[in-house]
């Protein structure tokens, strides 16, 4: 069965510099959700859309946007990168909410120098 | 906004049942309860979730208490493979809070 996919798996930036992480959800998963997990930390809610408009909004820092597009996949962008942004993303998609199943990606792995 | 709190750590015998709680005390009524584990460097991984009434599924059994503020998540036998990070989750609309996590060791 086909998985939620993020990319890149892992990526390196230097501080001030900018990153963009991209979430494909499962096919007819119309429902997204992205959470930063820093080490040794459960992970924290940033944003979530469904039908390619944001539904609800986390702790995510002003520098960081995300949208869905109309083909559902969804990226995030960060911008004036911080060493505490360092942490591994993960996107879970849904069919629709109403508290359903999430499936995560196995997420990716921002390490800022 | 209380987080949702769980014990740091639990050990338990190899084919013995684990219960791992969870206070959920500022549950709203609409929010549902579900349970997730985490292997290190992997994405969570769904278990089971509720409302109001037990469940039971292949994985695993919840309970929820009558008054949905605390919940219990029981693993019927403990294999190796169990060995994880257990969230509890408040699972409202397009939102979903992740507890402080339960790190479940087990012995052989």
């Known amino acids: 069965a086909a998985g939620v996919i993020q990319s890149p798996r892992h990526l390196i930036k230097e501080k001030r510099e900018t990153a963009t992480l991209k979430c494909y959800p499962i096919p007819r998963h119309d429902t997204v959700y992205w959470y930063q997990q820093g080490p040794g930390q459960d992970p924290q809610f940033l944003i979530s859309?469904?039908?390619?408009?944001?539904?609800d909004k986390g702790s995510i820092p002003d520098r960081f946007s995300a949208q869905q597009f109309s083909d559902y996949h969804s990226e995030l962008n960060m911008s004036s990168l911080e060493l505490g942004d360092s942490a591994l993303y993960f996107c879970?998609?849904?069919?629709?909410?109403?508290?359903?199943?999430?499936?995560f990606g196995a997420g990716s792995r921002l390490t800022v120098l | 906004d209380a987080k949702t709190t769980q014990p740091n750590s639990m050990e338990s015998n190899e084919e013995e049942p684990v219960h791992l709680p969870c206070n959920h005390s500022t549950i709203s009524g609409t929010d549902y309860i579900h349970w997730y584990r985490q292997l290190p460097s992997q994405g969570p991984e769904y278990v089971i979730h509720g409302l109001t009434s037990n469940v039971n599924n292949r994985m695993a059994s919840l309970a929820i208490a009558e008054d949905r503020k605390s919940s219990t998540l029981i693993l019927h036998r403990a294999t190796l493979r169990d060995a994880a990070v257990y969230y509890c989750i408040r699972a409202g609309t397009y939102k979903y809070i992740f507890g402080t996590g339960t790190r479940l060791k087990v012995l052989a």
């Open positions: 859309f469904y039908e390619k408009m944001q539904s």
């Open positions: 879970a998609s849904s069919p629709d909410s109403g508290a359903n199943v999430l499936t």
